[in-house]
């Protein structure tokens, strides 16, 4: 598990085992993810890109060319990282849209934070959040053709994912990957047929989760209503 893997505080690098696609890096989280993580979590031996399962997708926007009124506006902090889904969208009228308020979210994407992207903060984009805009701190991944949005999900927040993103962030105080990198990123080479298998394996879990998830919500505006109606009633008293 991430962080569950002993490592040195120091260790050697072999510069034979540098060549001309890594000879750029020179920080230690690069090298201590190469040269100690990797060979313990023993990777598979057939590897893809992760662009072989996802595209980059930047499609930008300012909302007022999108909404008249206000718009849902969807933020990393709106998702849980525990479960991988969006629990909400803020609501915000168009003449005041934060600066980063820019992507256009579509059904199916995966969002994943940008920044510190190891720390598991991915959704998949449910069909209520159909053309909501999000934060330009999102890498906004549309699946290829037979590619299920779901598995994606999981893998992104994997454990071994996640070392992986560690690998090729870039910068010290704020890590972070950009579209580029995600061509770096290997991951494993399944069939679509092994990937329809972990889905249906793992669908009651993820339905389980999103009755929980509606369950929620419905509660919190219960609430909601509640307290409103109680303030009132005692702002008339």
């Not at 718009?71 to 998702?79: L, Q, R, T, V």
């Amino acid at each position: 598990r991430i962080g569950k893997i002993p490592t040195p505080h120091s260790f050697a690098v072999n510069v034979s085992d540098i060549d001309n696609d890594t000879l750029f890096r020179l920080d230690e989280s690069f090298h201590r993810v190469r040269t100690i993580v990797l060979p313990i979590i023993r990777e598979p031996k057939t590897l893809v890109p992760l662009t072989d399962y996802v595209d980059a997708r930047e499609e930008c926007a300012h909302p007022k060319d999108r909404f008249t009124d206000e718009f849902p506006y969807i933020e990393i902090g709106s998702i849980d990282k525990d479960y991988g889904f969006i629990r909400g969208a803020q609501h915000i009228p168009v003449n005041e849209a934060p600066s980063r308020a820019r992507m256009t979210l579509r059904a199916g994407d995966v969002v994943l934070s940008s920044v510190r992207p190891f720390l598991g903060q991915c959704a998949i984009v449910g069909s209520e959040w159909d053309n909501a805009v999000g934060t330009t701190g999102f890498l906004v991944l549309a699946t290829r053709k037979n590619i299920d949005g779901q598995f994606i999900n999981w893998l992104l927040r994997s454990e071994y994912c996640k070392w992986k993103m560690i690998m090729w962030c870039s910068g010290s105080t704020y890590p972070a990957l950009v579209p580029t990198d995600l061509d770096r990123i290997t991951v494993p080479k399944l069939s679509p047929r092994e990937m329809a298998q972990f889905v249906a394996a793992m669908r009651p879990e993820w339905d389980t989760i999103e009755a929980l998830r509606l369950h929620l919500e419905k509660v919190s505006g219960e609430a909601s209503t509640f307290i409103e109606t109680e303030l009132q009633r005692g702002l008339k008293v």
